[in-house]
């Protein structure tokens, strides 16, 4: 009897040990719980809430649009290009642009000389009235560019 005691003793401190897989906590046990903050990107973590480096776009793929190839996300410097697609897929670089960023916006200053404002989110960039330097914007709702998956 004393033999078969021991062998249960063993047993139950076995399932206690550091390997055990259980995810059960053992009955009368409180569960230690841990305060989460919601996932980000690494990206968007380390630059304060600049949209990541990336290709964002005002319209879908297949449309003519413009697309804003974002190629540097600092704290310090944004820089990048602003290229119109055509509907065949050529594209065409209407400037480029380099800029200081704030908190959710930026002056931009294009390849020739002119100043641009922007506001972003880690998902958008808004240029300030695009209507009047891109030529094939016709609305405001074009001064919008979203993080594109694709690409283009």
Same mark, same amino acid.
């Given at each position: ?55 964002? /776009? ?16 600092? /704290?310090?410097?944004? /820089? ?73």
């Amino acid at each position: 009897m004393l033999t078969g005691s021991l062998a249960l003793v063993a047993a139950l401190a076995g399932g206690c040990s550091s390997g055990s897989s259980s995810s059960t906590p053992p009955p009368g046990s409180t569960t230690p719980t841990t305060a989460r903050s919601a996932p980000s990107s690494t990206t968007t973590a380390s630059t304060g809430g600049l949209p990541p480096p990336g290709t964002y /776009a005002d319209g879908p793929r297949g449309t003519p649009h413009y697309t804003l190839d974002l190629t540097t996300s600092s /704290a310090a410097a944004i /820089a990048g290009s602003v290229e119109f697609v055509f509907q065949d897929g050529r594209t065409q670089t209407v400037f480029t642009f380099t800029g200081t960023p704030g908190t959710g916006q930026a002056v931009l200053t294009t390849s020739s000389g002119k100043t641009v404002s922007a506001t972003y989110t880690t998902s958008s960039i808004t240029l300030a009235s695009c209507t009047a330097y891109l030529q094939y914007a016709t609305d405001n709702g074009q001064c919008t560019f979203s993080r594109s998956a694709t690409g283009a």
